[in-house]
């Protein structure tokens, strides 16, 4: 009963233990497959950068590609300078400056029908003074200029460098570029291009708190839709980001981010405007990656589950053949001590039985008969059959052991020659 309390108590004691230890192991390889994830969250989320980037790169191609025939119009460009020239030297409206005013609407006029099929929404032109002359694919009236133009254009006449930018206009989110035209080395006007920036069904448009409050046009917009949240407010997106925006699913803190929609998986992932005024956000199908993922994640935790169990009946078993092993050897023991202890209480009984007939005599010999007569203690000690207390000396010779039977008979015949009293 001692044996199998101790046999329970070690073994929970061990499986405990290995428990313990498997727990760790499986923690240490689930997070390793999480970690594992989440680099590749980390070079999908990469990805959809790279995806904008490469947006951002074909719209550049081809703004500066639609913008190219209007710079190598020399006329278009010696007009320019002249107005610029002019507005710069008397900004007051003259009959001169409006001459060179048609002129130039009326060059730059002729370049608009064939920009607009090349996906420009508007076509600028910038002067010093602050003129401008304008073509808009879809014109706003109410609309009030916005997005960090100013600035752009002010670097631009400043720096006479030309300039990309992802920014806002009245016709929305565009991409553009701005040129500037100069005479001798002086900056008198600026082209600018405007690229609408189409929304994908895999994108968003977001403008910042700061940005929309001087948008004339975001008023009505923000009674129509409830689209702020935080200092973002949603410009333009479709399904299901829109959705997911109003619910306030999409975290501002812009790490990419895991969102569901039916048994579907999104990753979304934040891109920053430079300004901190505008943003992206892109969202794709990861159903399958994620699905692999939690493949295998299950299957590393059954791995281990099933190791566990495996090792827990390995040490279940191998206790019970050591409860048996120490059972029987602890058995085997018992009985040889019992048969030393029977040996022991016989040998305890013969010496006793030895002591006690010391006093009667062992046995004595009549020479004259030639017979032995032993003492009843005697005759039981040496085993010998019930009967008569005499027999004669063959027959006592025959009892003793074939071993010491010779060496007994020349103790005999010293003991008559030399009639010794005892032999």
């Not at 602050?130 to 014109?139: A, D, P, T």
């Not at 700061?210 to 923000?222: N, P």
């Not at 997911?244 to 975290?251: E, N, R, Y």
Request: hydrophobic share 45%.
């Amino acid at each position: 009963m001692l044996i199998h309390k101790n046999f329970l108590i070690t073994f929970a004691m061990l499986a405990a233990l290995l428990t313990l230890m498997i727990g760790c192991l499986c923690y240490i390889d689930l997070a390793r497959v999480e970690s594992a994830w989440k680099r590749d969250i980390d070079v999908l989320s990469f990805k959809q950068s790279n995806q904008w980037q490469l947006k951002q790169n074909q719209l550049a191609q081809e703004l500066s590609t639609a913008v190219q025939p209007l710079l190598m119009d020399a006329a278009l460009l010696q007009s320019i300078k002249t107005l610029g020239h002019s507005l710069r030297e008397n900004p007051s409206v003259t009959i001169q400056n409006q001459l060179e005013y048609s002129k130039v609407y009326s060059v730059l006029g002729g370049y608009w029908s064939p920009l607009q099929t090349k996906n420009v929404s508007e076509l600028t032109l910038h002067f010093a003074s602050g003129s401008s002359i304008s073509f808009l694919k879809n014109r706003v009236p109410s609309a009030d200029r916005a997005g960090g133009t100013g600035d752009e254009l002010t670097e631009v006449l400043n720096t006479g460098t030309t300039r990309l930018s992802f920014s806002l206009s009245r016709q929305g989110a565009v991409y553009k570029i701005l040129v500037p035209i100069e005479q001798d080395q002086t900056p008198l006007a600026v082209l600018e291009l405007n690229s609408l920036l189409d929304v994908e069904s895999s994108a968003a448009v977001l403008l910042h708190k700061h940005l929309v409050e001087v948008l004339v046009w975001d008023q009505v917009r923000k009674q129509m839709h409830p689209s702020i949240i935080g200092d973002w407010r949603l410009n333009s997106a479709s399904e299901p980001i829109a959705s997911w925006w109003q619910q306030g699913l999409i975290a501002t803190e812009k790490p990419p981010q895991i969102l569901q929609m039916s048994d579907a998986k999104f990753l979304v992932t934040w891109i920053d405007h430079s300004r901190r005024q505008m943003a992206l956000l892109i969202w794709s199908d990861i159903t399958a990656e994620y699905k692999s993922y939690q493949k295998d994640r299950y299957t590393h935790l059954i791995q281990w589950l099933f190791i566990w169990i495996i090792l827990l009946l390995v040490l279940y078993f191998t206790f019970r053949w050591l409860q048996k092993k120490q059972t029987g050897l602890i058995d085997h023991y018992q009985a040889l001590m019992a048969v030393e202890h029977q040996d022991l209480d016989q040998t305890h009984a013969r010496l006793s039985l030895a002591l006690r007939s010391s006093n009667s005599g062992f046995w004595e010999w009549n020479i004259v008969t030639n017979r032995i007569r032993f003492s009843p203690e005697w005759r039981e000690l040496l085993c010998l059959p019930s009967g008569e207390n005499e027999m004669d000396v063959v027959d006592w010779l025959a009892v003793l052991d074939p071993n010491h039977r010779q060496s007994h008979h020349q103790d005999m015949m010293n003991h008559i020659k030399r009639a010794d009293a005892h032999v």
